[in-house]
């Protein structure tokens, strides 16, 4: 993987030119696409191109909550390397060569817009796999050491994920386990209680789904067992 920028007018795009030959800003808008499901931004699964298989999730940043009423999609201009989707990719990047379940990074823009900035995200779309949500709302088997193993490995790399919920973990055919969406995540270094406290974020979003206390008791406790055992 090799990181490459390309100045757009207004945009500045970074890519990995081990996937694309050429970036610019008709990537960020494809004819064909299909709605995502989940998440706070805006996105989209886009068909991959050039010599890639597949299929892409473009992801636009949006806010939420309160600021997300007064301007939805606009963040004040930290500096490039500073940007959320510059982050976002760099981390994703670097987690994937650390060889850690996370989508592999396509390209990024950032587009200046008078003191602020706009986002997008392409990564590769992880084939077959369904989010934690929507199997605790189907009813489908869940591999809960699994999933706290898989946590455990981004922990003991010191990968905080800054929104670690049920929609945000993914499952594929194989029952592999996945992390997506690594807004505002960053690498620190190994503690307890920024762990902790990731845990108890995941267990909060259990709870909201209206998981079965009883059921959420016993699945928890298998999603511990995973991440002690992993250690």
């Known amino acids: 993987m090799t990181a490459r920028t390309l100045s757009a007018g207004r945009a500045t795009i970074l890519y990995d030119d081990a996937l694309l030959g050429h970036a610019?800003?008709?990537?960020?808008?494809?004819?064909?696409?299909?709605?995502?499901?989940?998440?706070?931004?805006?996105?989209w699964i886009v068909p991959a191109i050039g010599d890639e298989a597949g299929e892409w999730v473009l992801r636009h940043y949006r806010r939420g909550g309160l600021p997300a009423k007064l301007v939805?999609?606009?963040?004040?201009?930290?500096?490039?390397?500073?940007?959320?989707p510059w982050r976002e990719w760099q981390l994703l990047s670097e987690l994937h060569a650390l060889g850690l379940p996370v989508p592999r990074p396509v390209a990024a823009r950032v587009t200046r817009a008078f003191l602020g900035y706009r986002g997008d995200l392409i990564t590769r779309r992880i084939p077959a796999a369904r989010s934690l949500a929507e199997l605790i709302r189907d009813r489908a088997g869940i591999p809960w050491r699994e999933i706290g193993a898989c946590i455990r490995r981004f922990h003991a790399a010191g990968v905080w994920h800054a929104d670690l919920n049920a929609h945000n973990i993914l499952v594929d055919q194989e029952t592999a386990v996945w992390l997506i969406d690594f807004d505002r995540g960053?690498?620190?270094?190994?503690?307890?209680?920024?762990?902790?406290a990731n845990l108890e974020r995941l267990s909060r979003s259990l709870r909201k789904l209206g998981v079965d206390e009883g059921a959420l008791h016993e699945a928890w406790g298998a999603l511990l067992g995973g991440y002690a055992q992993q250690g």
């Open 24 to 43: 610019d800003e008709a990537l960020f808008s494809p004819p064909a696409c299909t709605p995502a499901v989940g998440g706070r931004g805006a996105a």
């Open 72 to 84: 939805s999609d606009l963040y004040l201009w930290p500096g490039l390397a500073l940007t959320r």
């Open 186 to 196: 960053e690498r620190r270094r190994p503690a307890p209680g920024w762990q902790q």
